[in-house]
């Protein structure tokens, strides 16, 4: 829009400045001229971001050339003023929400057991999984990435580290009662919800715990069989 603005005013000096003497002294006059309107565009849109009364002391020609200037910014201004007031809006309700404090709980309670869950289960890193599996790869998460994908194994995110629940292997292998297992429990478990359910004490398996009793692959099968549809139900 300044440049618009520009062109017409050059435009209406062009005449006068056309009939100098010096054709160098028109281009120089005509340069300061577009020089000194840009200045004044300039400040016309911070005057009217600082809330200023713009265009108070200009000739009324350059108002008139300004205004439409001064209504543009005027409306960015507006827009972005609401914009403010949408994200103070946003910032303070988290602090209004009557739920926050029972979320909060509840996340607290969650982070606790998952460290519990480490602390109280052994674990092995994807490098510890492939040197159990004497894999030599340079990739050292290869291994468990391609047991997760098989459907063999799972694993859980904990402190920026990937951990795989040891008692899923049996010499330096998958169980394949893990993956029976793994494929009758509901496909929305997180991974989390699949690591708290194996170990967790099962009433299908008169409260004995799934990573347990893998030995009865059929019983902890029919147990995961049996969450998925109390699930559904």
């Known amino acids: 829009m300044a440049d618009t603005l520009m062109e017409r005013l050059t435009?209406?000096?062009?005449?006068?400045?056309?009939?100098?003497?010096?054709g160098l002294r028109s281009r120089n006059l005509k340069a300061a001229g577009s020089k000194r309107f840009r200045a004044l565009v300039r400040k016309a849109v911070r005057d009217v971001f600082g809330g200023l009364a713009p265009f108070e002391k200009l000739d009324p020609a350059a108002v008139r050339l300004l205004e439409p200037i001064s209504a543009v910014v005027a409306r960015k201004r507006a827009e972005m003023s609401e914009r403010n007031m949408e994200l103070l809006v946003e910032a303070m309700l988290p602090a209004n929400d009557p739920m926050s404090a029972v979320r909060s709980k509840?996340?607290?309670?969650?982070?606790?057991?998952r460290v519990k869950f480490a602390e109280m289960v052994p674990c092995l890193t994807?490098?510890?999984?492939?040197?159990?599996?004497?894999?030599?790869?340079?990739?050292?998460?290869?291994?468990?990435s391609r047991w997760k994908a098989e459907k063999k194994a799972f694993s859980v995110q904990l402190g920026g580290r990937e951990?795989?629940?040891?008692?899923?292997?049996?010499?330096?292998?998958?169980?394949?009662?893990?993956?029976?297992?793994?494929?009758?429990?509901?496909?929305?478990?997180?991974?989390?919800q699949v690591a708290f359910w194996f170990v967790s004490s099962?009433?299908?398996?008169?409260?004995?715990?799934?990573?347990?009793?893998?030995?009865?692959?059929?019983?902890?099968?029919e147990a995961a069989r049996k969450l998925g549809e109390e699930a559904a139900g």
């Not at 099962?202 to 099968?221: I, Q, T």
């Open 126 to 144: 994807s490098g510890e999984l492939a040197e159990m599996a004497g894999h030599s790869a340079r990739n050292r998460s290869a291994t468990g």
């Open 106 to 113: 509840v996340e607290a309670d969650n982070a606790r057991a």
């Open 11 to 22: 435009a209406a000096d062009a005449p006068r400045l056309a009939t100098g003497k010096n």
């Open 202 to 221: 099962n009433p299908w398996l008169d409260g004995g715990v799934p990573s347990e009793n893998l030995g009865k692959v059929a019983a902890v099968v």
């Open 163 to 192: 951990l795989f629940p040891a008692f899923q292997f049996k010499d330096g292998k998958p169980d394949p009662a893990v993956a029976q297992v793994l494929d009758a429990l509901p496909s929305g478990m997180s991974q989390w």
